[in-house]
């Protein structure tokens, strides 16, 4: 079965840190681009980061550049968020998503989703 499933969320008080997981099965983890979203209630779904599977390039949104960082395990098929400074407007559902023809930006159509995973960020 294609899957990714992530883990890592809870609730941090603003200035912690979270490490969310998305472990990917099913398919050839290193041909996909994976990247993390985030869906805050009442907001659209935004880009959050991606890493690239051709050259491990990747990509922030603004909002998070120099907070998190984006990395990935080969050997254990899964990609990390390592989000740091944490601030309430964090706060949202994140998920994880791979597309086998997206860029570092995951720009294109992103085939597997993940479930998603609550980060509640209190003030």
């Known amino acids: 079965e294609v899957q990714l499933v992530e883990s890592g969320g809870g609730l941090v008080p603003a200035g912690g840190s979270l490490r969310l997981s998305c472990a990917a099965s099913?398919?050839?983890?290193?041909?996909?681009?994976i990247g993390w979203f985030r869906q805050a209630p009442g907001k659209e779904r935004e880009g959050v980061s991606c890493i690239s599977s051709s050259d491990g390039s990747t990509y922030y949104a603004d909002s998070v550049k120099g907070r998190f960082t984006i990395s990935s395990d080969n050997a254990k098929n899964t990609v990390y968020l390592q989000m740091n400074s944490l601030k309430p407007e964090d706060t949202a559902v994140y998920y994880c998503?791979?597309?086998?023809?997206?860029?570092?930006?995951?720009?294109?159509?992103?085939?597997?989703w993940g479930q998603g995973t609550l980060v509640t960020v209190s003030s």
């Open positions: 099913g398919f050839t983890f290193v041909d996909y681009s």
């Open positions: 998503a791979a597309g086998l023809y997206s860029d570092y930006k995951c720009s294109g159509y992103l085939e597997v």
